[in-house]
């Protein structure tokens, strides 16, 4: 593998114990200098361990769900490539919220914008992978319509190709809390989320711990100063049954 020295001191700091192999192309989507400052976020989002957990690839499709200010999408755009895609799901509700995601295209030629009503996601065509960060926990709020979590993952599960990779990171709740914390704290309980997403069909097939902290009890809204940007996150890995 070719690693930068910096970014090799990066993930030594921030992950001890590097559990996977990291394709040459992450690495190389990662450490492209025109990210710019997106990259100071790097040691903390453990981008290289999720994009290598994701299993993304040269030429793939991919659907992101609420990319936000595009901190996942640069990186995604960058591996697929000139051949591959990414698709960039944004919910009406979330439309006002979504500025910077609209602006993604003019720059990353090998993204499109999806604006969809929430409880109706779909893709042009079958992709690889679908990816949500932080925002899993949103779909049955009020203001989203709310949506039942059962039509969202029937709407990935149908979006994936058979044996693509849905990918799920969003902050955890109390054990046994199910839905009760996701308006006010922000949070949802991972068991809860693992129920609803095998009961669309899919198959558990792993859990990264890159992104968990055992100092945040969880009773703490995500935007507390105490916790922002360092709480205990969940990031599992699902698949669509069917190719090997």
């Known amino acids: 593998m070719k690693w930068t020295l910096a970014l090799s001191l ?20 990662v450490a492209d200098p025109a990210r710019g400052d997106a990259a100071q976020d790097d040691p903390r989002r453990q981008i290289v361990e999720i994009m290598a957990f994701s299993r993304v690839k040269p030429g793939d499709k991919v659907l992101e769900l609420v990319p936000g200010s595009g901190y996942w999408t640069q990186v995604f755009s960058r591996i697929v490539g000139p051949e591959g895609k ?23 030629a090998n993204t499109e914008l999806l604006l969809q009503p929430a409880d109706a996601l779909s893709a042009p065509e079958p992709v690889d992978v679908v990816f949500t960060a932080q925002n899993y926990h949103d779909y049955p709020d009020a ?19 058979p044996g693509g990779l849905y990918i799920i990171i969003d902050h955890v709740a109390e054990a046994g809390s199910g839905l009760r914390d996701t308006e006010t704290l922000h949070r949802i ?10 009961a669309a069909g899919f198959e558990y097939r792993a859990e990264s711990d890159v992104l968990r902290n055992e100092a945040d009890d969880h009773t703490l809204k995500v935007f507390d100063p105490a916790v922002r940007g360092k709480t205990d996150q969940f990031v599992y890995r699902f698949r669509k049954p069917g190719l090997d």
């Open 10 to 29: 990066a993930l030594a700091a921030a992950s001890p114990a590097l559990a996977q192999e990291i394709p040459d192309y992450v690495t190389n989507a």
């Open 86 to 108: 990414v698709y960039l799901a944004v919910p009406t509700p979330m439309e006002q919220y979504s500025e910077e995601t609209k602006a993604l295209p003019g720059t990353l």
């Open 143 to 161: 203001f989203m319509g709310p949506t039942d979590p059962a039509v969202l993952n029937k709407a990935v599960y149908d979006a994936l190709k």
């Open 189 to 198: 309980d991972p068991a809860l989320v693992m129920q609803q997403v095998e």
